[in-house]
């Protein structure tokens, strides 16, 4: 069974930085597309950063020059390093994975930066 999972969550105040971890499980083959989501408080959930193949990248203009996308393809493991947090990152942040035809999420980690 393909499943994915999120970690790295939590609370940190402005300014500071945080890495989230997403595993993917099961037989997965090749090298699939994958992506970080957010959804802040009473907001529709948006993609923010993601990553095709080996280490073709894209952002959204809210975290461009503040997240950066990487992965562990040995792992199966794609991470979001956030850094110079602001308050309006507070949300709860998702992996997706688009592979063989399907797409499967994990189930969020909250991030809450404040002061």
């Known amino acids: 069974q393909v499943q994915v999972v999120e970690s790295g969550g939590g609370s940190v105040q402005p300014g500071g930085s945080l890495r989230l971890t997403c595993v993917a499980s099961?037989?997965?083959?090749?090298?699939?597309?994958m992506g970080w989501y957010r959804q802040p408080p009473g907001k529709q959930r948006e993609l923010i950063a993601w990553i095709i193949g080996s280490s073709g990248t894209g952002y959204s203009d809210s975290v461009r020059g503040r997240f950066t996308i990487s992965r562990d393809n040995a792992k199966n493991t794609v991470y979001l390093q956030m850094n110079s947090l602001k308050s309006e990152d507070t949300a709860v942040y998702y992996c997706?994975?688009?592979?063989?035809?399907?797409?499967?999420w994990g189930q969020g980690t909250q991030v809450t930066v404040s002061s």
């Open positions: 099961g037989k997965i083959f090749g090298i699939p597309s």
């Open positions: 997706a994975m688009n592979w063989n035809g399907n797409e499967y």
